[in-house]
């Protein structure tokens, strides 16, 4: 299967290399073009891609058409390559158009709205995925296995593409925070910054994997490691008096409100 990027800016990079990396699809099979021919075009000869020069040359020469480049311009450039549409379908990360916005320009088209994080990058990302009406099951299936390649992925409905936005788009920056913040904590007590962030960023990803394969909910798994009377418990209750819950609350609901322009 042929792949065309049209936009190749840090999204859809971190794409193609988690693709790369886990030889989900081959370079030859991946043709890109952007706006900024400077950009593209060393990335697309450091790893073996297909530059372009057009957005109809990526539609014409691809399979499915990755729509990657900001939600102003996104309607314009499905128009430009409408011509080269017939029997293809579309791949959109573009946020803020909904599934109703293409099919008033490609109402024939099938389109998967997806909506990854910047995680793909090392084939440990995580996707929404939500189809229209117009694409194919195969198409679909098509889609998700792209994406399993590099992440895990969950079919969302689309009014609820924000929440996930907030949850899996954004939150990488959170967490890259609070690892920092454990981290800096670390060297006040004597660590240096390295050594700091190495530990802080095991523990993470060692407790991320515990979520995911135990069948207990996150509490159960904080009572398990907190001993009655314990050093775990002293540090969850002031890191609660803090606000802890309440800032990660906020955190996300200022997220989701900027996502939907209520900000």
């Known amino acids: 299967m042929k792949i065309g990027f049209i936009g190749a800016g840090n999204m ?20 890109v073009h952007s706006a900024h ?4 075009q060393p990335y697309a000869q450091a790893n073996g891609l297909n530059a372009v020069d057009s957005n109809l040359a990526v539609a014409t020469a691809a399979d499915v058409v990755v729509l ?13 390559v409408q011509p080269a549409l ?16 293409y099919a008033e320009v490609v109402p024939e088209v099938g ?3 997806i909506m990854p994080n910047v995680n793909v ?29 590099i992440g895990a992925t969950s079919e969302v409905a689309e009014k609820d593409f924000s929440t ?13 925070f609070f690892i920092d913040a ?19 960023a095991q523990a993470t990803l060692g407790s991320a994997e515990m979520v995911l394969k135990s069948d207990k909910i996150p509490f159960d798994l904080i009572d398990q490691v907190s001993s009655p009377g314990g050093t775990t418990v002293a540090g969850l209750l002031a890191m609660e008096e803090a606000g802890f819950m309440t800032a990660v609350v906020k955190g996300i609901d200022a997220t989701i409100a900027k996502e939907l322009g209520t900000d």
Do not use: C
């Open 121 to 149: 990058a090392i084939g440990a990302g995580m996707t929404a995925l939500i189809g229209n009406d117009a694409l194919t099951t195969a198409q679909y299936q098509a889609g998700q296995q792209l994406f399993d390649a």
């Open 12 to 31: 859809g990079r971190a794409i193609i290399d988690g693709w790369l990396k886990k030889a989900a699809v081959a370079p030859g099979d991946i043709y």
């Open 37 to 40: 021919k400077q950009s593209y």
């Open 68 to 80: 990657a480049i900001k939600p102003n311009i996104a309607l314009a450039a499905l128009r430009e």
């Open 111 to 113: 389109i998967l709205r």
């Open 182 to 200: 454990m981290a800096r904590a670390g060297v006040k007590h004597g660590l240096s910054k390295a050594a700091a962030t190495k530990i802080a």
């Open 164 to 176: 996930f936005a907030a949850l899996a788009g954004s939150s990488p920056a959170y967490i890259y």
């Open 86 to 101: 017939a029997g293809k379908w579309v791949i959109t990360m573009v946020s803020g158009l909904s599934l109703a916005d």
